[in-house]
């Protein structure tokens, strides 16, 4: 079936060191890809996304990676700081429908 | 512009009680959506519309249902509510892909706990 993970439920990284947040899609069909953040008792909230034709995009301290090949996302924050503690999701879309991964939870250490 | 708002923040029921979960947005998005969160998962997509008047089903539909009568409207009824149904309900909103990257806008979400 199509489904959407995340290689590490959990990621511990130092302030100021950059993080990479992987994730494995299986969906062959999906238009565009997006990383979603969400903070303790909030909606998730758009950080980045990208399209299928594409195989980068930069934002604010930011990166998505995207390689169709083997059908792996990744989300490089930059110089993470402590307010980039959340869960965050990849999730895939065609069309209409957008199925998310469980998620992984970044901790910033001071 | 208020976004999604969804309504109520949090609902205790008993099994067997119906109930409607409210979602309105002020975006004129086409396309507006229901997920449930539970721990440990990500968000799991219930029903779907694409627009007034046209709804279909996702991953989880069983036990809700949904309409869509008009485009900033979309409330999700728990016809009978079973402890199964005990979770964080995101309402979501966005254009349709080819007006943009199909980015969802989520409302602040619901908590539901069946006893």
């Known amino acids: 079936g199509e489904s959407v993970g995340l290689h590490l439920p959990t990621l511990s990284v130092q302030e100021g060191d950059n993080s990479i947040i992987n994730c494995a899609y299986s969906?062959?069909?999906?238009?565009?890809f997006i990383w979603y953040k969400q903070e303790s008792g909030k909606g998730p909230q758009f950080i980045i996304d990208?399209?299928?034709?594409?195989d980068k995009r930069q934002g604010q301290r930011v990166t998505v990676l995207l390689n169709k090949t083997v059908k792996h996302l990744s989300l490089q924050i930059a110089a993470t700081q402590p307010g980039d503690s959340a869960v965050y999701f990849c999730?895939?879309?065609?069309?209409?429908?957008?199925?998310f991964g469980a998620g992984t939870t970044v901790t910033v250490r001071a | 512009n208020a976004g999604v708002t969804q309504t109520p923040k949090f609902q205790v029921l008993k099994t067997g009680q119906s109930m409607t979960l409210q979602c309105a947005q002020d975006?004129?998005?086409?396309?507006m959506s229901w997920y449930r969160q539970d721990p440990g998962m990500g968000l799991r997509l219930i029903h779907y519309?694409?627009?007034?008047?046209?709804?279909d089903q996702g991953e989880v539909p069983n036990g809700y249902n949904v309409s869509r009568s008009t485009t900033e409207d979309f409330p999700l009824r728990l016809l009978s509510a079973a402890p199964s149904q005990t979770s964080v309900y995101f309402c979501?909103?966005?254009?349709?892909?080819?007006?943009?990257?199909?980015?969802?806008?989520f409302g602040e979400g619901s908590r539901l706990t069946v006893l």
């Open positions: 969906n062959s069909a999906s238009d565009y």
């Open positions: 999730a895939e879309g065609h069309e209409a429908k957008l199925s």
């Open positions: 990208i399209r299928s034709n594409m």
């Open positions: 979501a909103s966005s254009y349709s892909p080819d007006r943009g990257t199909g980015e969802l806008f």
């Open positions: 519309s694409v627009g007034a008047g046209i709804t």
């Open positions: 975006m004129n998005h086409e396309y």
